[in-house]
């Protein structure tokens, strides 16, 4: 994949996920979209905890890419503990 996604500042169009409009999410991994394997689907974690992965269509309905934050770009997600430990610890600022 070419695209960095990672650490991208999305804002939310529609309530998703217990999440109002507008709330602020972070994407903390990528990977090929299962249903158009030439596109890139994002996992974002929200500031109320929850987190998602989203197709390209998905994404499309849900975000509004604002803008990337270099101090995430560099996050490795190795798995969901890990995520809710750096969550909890405060690795994203919302």
């Known amino acids: 994949m070419t ?32 249903d158009k394997s030439d596109e890139i689907g994002v996992c974002v974690i929200f500031k109320n905890g929850e987190y998602c992965g989203f197709s390209k269509l998905e994404q499309g309905i849900f975000f509004d890419f604002l803008n990337p934050v270099q101090e995430y770009a560099d996050y490795v997600f190795t798995n969901v503990m890990q995520l809710m430990r750096d969550f909890r610890l405060g690795t994203w600022r919302f």
């Open 3 to 34: 695209n960095q996604l990672i650490g991208w500042k999305v804002g939310l169009r529609q309530a998703c996920m217990g999440n109002e409009p507008g709330t602020i999410g972070y994407v903390y991994d990528q990977y090929r979209d299962y």
